[in-house]
C-alpha cells in the first residue's frame, strides 16, 4: 500500500483520500498499486456499497502522473526504455479500466486542479459514476504542453465531448473551470467548495438506496453560486468549425484566418506546444471516437511507448520541471515539418498482439 492513499469505510461508503499535498497529488507507482488493491477488495465486499475518492488538499484533487519521475526513468536508458515506467502505465491504465467499469457507484469530488491522471482516475463509466465540481477545479487535459498526448482514457471521454471540444481541449491543452467541465459532459454536479465537509459527512450518514442522488439532492439545495458562463458554450461555434479539419495544419490556418480574439488566443496557445504531439492527438481522438474504452487504452499504451522512444516527453519535462526554462526544443519544431508518417509511427504496435501489457482487459 501507499503511505500517500488513506482509506476508510464508513456506513458502507468507501472512502478513497489521496494524501500527497506537496506534489499536488500527482501519481506514484505505488499510489496506482494501492488505489487498485482497494477498489478490487471493495469490489465484492458487501459491506461497500459506494467509493467516494477525494483529497485532502484544497490545491488539488490530482495533478496527474508524477512527471518528474517519468523524466528520470526515462532518461536512464536509451531511446526512454525503462521497467518502471512501463510497470507505471500499464497498471495505471489499467485502473483506469477497473475505475471505468467499476459496478458499484464511483463519486470523484474533483476539487482543486484535475489534470492527465486525475481525469482517468475520476471519469469512471456513465452507468454509475459522479463527478463533483468546484469553483475551485482546474480541469485539463494538457499533455501536449509536456510533448505527450491526452492518455489514461482520453481518446473516449475527451473524443465524446460535444462537436469538437474534445479535439479543442485535447490539441490545446487549456484548462477549463466548473461550468465548462459540466458543459463538457466532463462532471455532474457543482457544490461549493465551501459546503463540501457537509456534503462529506452527509455521504458517510445517508442511509438511501442511491448515494448519487443523495449528492445530486444535496448540490441542488446548497447555497449555490451558479457557476460563470461556459467559455465553451459562449465559443462552441467557432470551436466547432476550427476544429472541424482533420489535421493540426488546417486548424491552425483556419484559426489564423479568423480574426476573432478567442481564435488568435487559441493560435498563439497552439504555438507553444509540440506540433508533433498536437497533431498525434488529434489523430488518436478521431480514432478513439470509433473505439470503446478498452481499446483506447491498449491504443494509448502502444503511443505513451512510441513517445518516449522518440524522446518529445523527455524534453517537455525538462523544459517545464527540471530545467524550467520554459523553452521546450521540440522536433520537429514546425508544423508543417510534421508528416503522416511520423503520426503513424505512434499507432504501430510495439508488441505482438499476444504480448500486448493490457491484452486482457475486456
Known amino acids: 500500500m501507499s503511505d500517500h492513499i488513506q482509506t476508510s469505510i464508513q456506513n458502507r461508503t468507501g472512502f478513497l483520500t489521496l494524501d500527497r499535498p506537496k506534489a499536488l497529488n500527482s501519481l506514484s507507482l505505488q499510489m496506482v498499486r494501492a488505489l487498485t488493491a482497494t477498489l478490487l477488495g471493495w469490489r465484492s465486499d458487501p459491506e461497500v456499497r459506494a467509493v467516494v475518492i477525494r483529497s485532502t488538499s484544497e490545491r488539488a484533487f490530482c495533478a496527474g502522473g508524477d512527471i518528474r519521475f517519468f523524466h528520470d526513468a526515462g532518461t536512464r536508458t536509451p531511446q526512454g526504455g525503462s521497467a518502471l515506467l512501463e510497470d507505471f502505465f500499464t497498471e495505471e491504465y489499467a485502473l483506469n479500466h477497473l475505475i471505468h467499469h467499476y459496478p458499484k457507484p464511483y463519486i470523484a469530488i474533483m476539487d482543486g486542479i484535475v489534470m492527465g491522471g486525475g481525469m482517468g482516475i ?109 467559455m465553451l458554450a459562449e465559443q462552441r461555434a467557432l470551436i466547432d468549425r476550427h476544429f472541424a479539419h482533420d489535421d493540426v495544419v488546417s486548424i491552425a490556418a483556419s484559426l489564423a484566418s479568423d480574426v476573432d480574439p478567442f481564435a488568435q488566443k487559441t493560435l498563439a496557445v497552439m504555438n507553444k506546444r509540440s506540433p508533433l504531439m498536437m497533431c498525434v492527438t488529434l489523430a488518436q481522438l478521431r480514432r478513439g471516437a470509433k473505439l470503446g474504452i478498452a481499446d483506447c487504452l491498449r491504443m494509448e499504451r502502444t503511443m505513451v511507448r512510441r513517445c518516449f522512444e522518440h524522446g518529445e516527453v523527455l524534453e517537455g519535462v525538462r523544459a517545464v520541471v527540471i530545467d524550467k526554462d520554459n523553452a521546450p526544443r521540440w522536433n520537429p519544431s514546425m508544423l508543417d515539418e510534421v508528416s503522416p508518417d511520423m503520426i503513424e509511427h505512434f499507432f504501430a504496435s510495439a508488441w505482438p498482439p499476444h504480448a500486448h501489457p493490457l491484452r486482457d482487459l475486456g
Open 122 to 230: 475520476s471519469q469512471a463509466g456513465p452507468g454509475n459514476r459522479l463527478r463533483v465540481v468546484t469553483e475551485r477545479t482546474k480541469m485539463a487535459m494538457p499533455e501536449v504542453n509536456i510533448g505527450l498526448f491526452p492518455d489514461v482514457g482520453g481518446s473516449f471521454f475527451l473524443s465524446r465531448a460535444p462537436g469538437q471540444i474534445g479535439a479543442y481541449l485535447g490539441v490545446t491543452g487549456e484548462i477549463i473551470g466548473a461550468a465548462d467541465a459540466l458543459y463538457a459532459g466532463l462532471a455532474d454536479v457543482y457544490v461549493p467548495s465551501a459546503r463540501l465537509p457537509a456534503l462529506l459527512e452527509l455521504i458517510a450518514s445517508d442511509n438511501g438506496d442511491d448515494v448519487r442522488a443523495t449528492i445530486r439532492s444535496f448540490a441542488m439545495q446548497a447555497d449555490t453560486v451558479v457557476p460563470a458562463t461556459s
